[in-house]
Nanobody
Framework: VQLQASGGGLVQAGGSLRLSCAAS????????MGWFRQAPGKEREFVAA????????YSADSVKGRFTISRDSAKNTVYLQMNSLKPEDTAVYYC???????????????WGQGTQVTVSS
């Protein structure tokens, strides 16, 4: 399984970014894709997740109303649209795949390499 995250960058507070995660190597229709983030000196934090089949989503309270997770099954790609970004959203963002729609990192068995998002004030 390979997960390739991209789309990070530097943006001003209030701006937007869209992250992408291109996935390969398993039949993803049976699985869940998630986004997590980790800021320097902090624990890895759940952001959002989506079930490939049916598109059910689950998001952290801290991003509800600002971030939207979606998927393009034809492209085996998951997106994280991030709007109204805040300096506290600054982190390395990781995509991951697992079997359960959850925010628990240990339930995800494959991880991508991460993409840096920096929000300036």
């Amino acid at each position: 399984v390979q997960l390739q995250a991209s789309g990070g960058g530097l943006v001003q507070a209030g701006g937007s970014l869209r992250l992408s995660c291109a996935a390969s190597g398993r039949t993803f229709s049976r699985y869940v894709m998630g986004w997590f983030r980790q800021a320097p000196g902090k624990e890895r934090e759940f952001v959002a997740a989506i079930r490939w089949s049916g598109g059910a989503t689950y998001s952290a309270d801290s991003v509800k109303g600002r971030f939207t997770i979606s998927r393009d099954s034809a492209k085996n790609t998951v997106y994280l649209q991030m709007n109204s970004l805040k300096p506290e959203d600054t982190a390395v963002y990781y995509c991951a795949t697992g079997g359960v729609l959850t925010g628990i990192p240990s339930e995800y068995d494959f991880w991508g390499q991460g993409t840096q998002v920096t929000v300036s004030s």
